[in-house]
């Protein structure tokens, strides 16, 4: 039964827990084998703590089985600190930090009763929208390792995928959990800015950066949303609204509904960059179009009005919040050239250019929302383009790497400037077995309205059916 575990979707998993047809340290020990055999060739991890994995997992077993995590294996992004364990932000200026105090984010998790394995790759301080970091291996699309796994939470969405974990958190501020979820072939939800109290967003410059969850099913997506959601003692500020249903869990396994939907293929870049979706993406968007009209949603095609400031308030906020990071102007000859380039550019940004970038961006958000007000969700493609061959930005030119990374993913960072929720859901592949997904956002708070969506299309497309070729690698019996 062990090599089978992870065939499990997270809920099934957590089930046999509680019956005690199985035991957190089992689970963690299946796990933790996996990763070690595995992840030579995927790099998902960056530090794996396995002793102190073992001795989480028998500290759960003597804690009470109704904690909505207990004894479920995950991992830390390694932006994240946990006390003990080695936080390196992806930067090999960081090579021999060590936090003596855990992240919110990480403690709320350790309360609902999971089992960190270590943690999960990322690159430099998570500002790039791909994990290839000069400090570690570069992460891997399990389906096809030349192609980078995407990012910031590229490591984790590698581990889900490739059945190391069996879900993982991961936080975006401008894609950073959809854009790997879409490249792995996974779900990925970014909710709504203030949703999740130990990651509101409101402490990040623009508030764009939130946690969220990754996982191969809707349902497994929502139940570490609600963990997530529900954790600390301000959960209270961020309560779920009393639509009919409850936990978020319940909306992913009820599934129910017929909304009215918008699709759109602009995005606020294309008056900076010459955005293209390829043919690939756009059959993924075309076969989700039809599922939805096959399911009863009405469906209608919107045209976003272009906005010509949002490129440049955009990029002004996240120079800025890239020249807050702790890095003295000594040491930026040792980080690498997009890090040193955004953080250049942010310290010279002026208080005048940073308040007006954020006027601006507040009175974006509003005119998108009501834009958008006439539907309960809109269909966007997920990325521009396939994944993108292990090597393909180029290092050396910060400007065109960042020009490279707004062309491969145009309809993520107005989401996380907006505040609104998104969900990534892996719809379907291309002839080469690559994972293609598209991308449905909601109104605020509409995070329900887009899992129940999802386990419908789920349902009718069975992506929790497809894996990549780890996925059933065994131990040897040699």
Not at 452 to 473: F, K, T, V, Y
């Amino acid at each position: 039964m062990a090599s089978e575990l992870h065939h499990l979707t997270a809920l099934e998993q957590l089930d046999r827990l509680r019956r005690g047809e199985l035991t957190p340290l089992e689970l963690t020990e299946h796990y933790l084998e996996r990763i070690e055999r595995l992840d030579a060739d995927l790099g998902a991890f960056v530090t794996v703590t396995a002793d102190r994995a073992r001795d989480r997992a028998r500290e759960v077993a003597g804690l009470p089985t109704a904690l909505p995590l207990w004894g479920l294996p995950l991992g830390d992004k390694d932006l994240w600190r946990r006390a003990g364990v080695p936080a390196r932000f992806g930067s090999r200026l960081l090579r021999d930090n060590v936090p003596d105090e855990s992240d919110e984010l990480v403690r709320v998790l350790d309360d609902a009763g999971a089992v960190s394995l270590g943690k999960t790759n990322t690159p430099e301080f998570g500002l790039p929208s791909y994990t290839e970091p000069l400090a570690n291996r570069p992460a891997r699309v399990p389906y096809d390792t030349t192609l980078g796994a995407g990012g910031s939470s590229g490591g984790a969405a590698v581990a889900v995928a490739a059945g190391l974990l069996p879900v993982a958190p991961g936080s975006d501020g401008g894609g950073s959990i959809r854009i790997p979820a879409a490249s792995n072939g996974l779900v990925g939800l970014k909710p709504s800015r203030g949703r999740i109290p130990a990651g509101a967003g409101f402490d990040s410059l623009g508030g764009f950066v939130v946690p969220g969850p990754i996982a191969r099913t809707v349902s497994d997506a929502a139940l570490l949303l609600d963990a997530m959601v529900d954790g600390g003692p301000y959960a209270w500020a961020t309560e779920a609204p009393a639509w009919d249903g409850g936990a978020y869990l319940n909306a992913a396994v009820r599934g129910e509904g017929r909304y009215q939907l918008a699709v759109t293929i602009d995005s606020p870049w294309s008056l900076a960059y010459d955005i293209a979706l390829d043919d690939a993406p756009r059959s993924a968007l075309d076969l989700a179009l039809r599922e939805l009209d096959a399911l009863g949603h009405g469906v209608e095609e919107l045209r976003l009005a272009p906005e010509e400031g949002y490129a440049p308030a955009f990029t002004t906020l996240w120079q800025g919040g890239a020249g807050a990071i702790p890095v003295p102007d000594e040491a930026l000859d040792a980080v690498e050239p997009l890090t040193a380039w955004l953080i250049r550019r942010g310290r010279a940004v002026t208080g005048a250019e940073l308040a007006g970038a954020l006027r601006w961006v507040a009175q974006y958000e509003r005119r998108l929302i009501t834009q958008l007000s006439a539907y309960d969700a809109v269909l966007t493609p997920a990325l521009a383009m396939t994944p993108r061959p292990l090597g393909w930005y180029d290092v050396e030119d910060a400007e065109e790497n960042f020009a490279q990374q707004c062309r491969f993913t145009p309809y993520t960072s107005f989401v996380n400037a907006t505040g609104l929720p998104a969900i990534v859901l892996p719809v379907s592949q291309t002839e080469d077995g690559i994972p293609l997904g598209v991308q449905l956002i909601g109104r605020p708070g509409g995070e329900h309205v887009l899992l129940a969506i999802g386990a419908q299309l789920e349902r009718r497309l069975h992506w929790d059916r497809r894996h990549p070729p780890q996925w059933d690698a065994v131990p040897s019996k040699a």
